[in-house]
């Protein structure tokens, strides 16, 4: 969303000239990372989640996320990993603490779940398997070969 309002505002807004730029970043996103497992990551990063200005309120972030925690039980009970989301967005218990508050800026997002999300055991241990994948950049370097 970023880059493409970027591109936006490199344009002057002038609609024609940044549509198709656009649309190539638009179409990027949605063929490779419109999924429900970056959706969840994207939730359970606390940089996101605790930044008003840059967290996205769409309803399919939710339900990515919803759709990661049904596929991921694995024996946990549902109505408690949803209880846990509850204080993790709502910033309970120790998220809510100031230092855990600052700290989403300068520590990485699993390292963040290791130090803070004892409150939330079951929504740690999945956030730590999200956040700490490391991604590939192929699509990256496709994109920039398109560019």
Known sequence: YRARKTIKEIFRNKKRLYKPY???VKDRWDNQLRK???AAAYWLNP???YSQSN???KPEVMAGLLDVIDSKLGGISSSRLVEETRIFRDCEKGFGRQLTLTSVKTTHPDEWWR???HDCP???KLAIKL???TA???GCERNWSVF
């Open 115 to 117: 130090i803070f999300g």
């Open 136 to 138: 590939s950049s192929s």
């Open 55 to 57: 967290f996205s309120q």
């Open 36 to 38: 429900s497992i970056h």
């Open 131 to 133: 956040l700490s994948q």
């Open 122 to 124: 079951n929504l740690r």
């Open 22 to 24: 656009n649309r190539i």
């Open 47 to 49: 940089a996101f989640q």
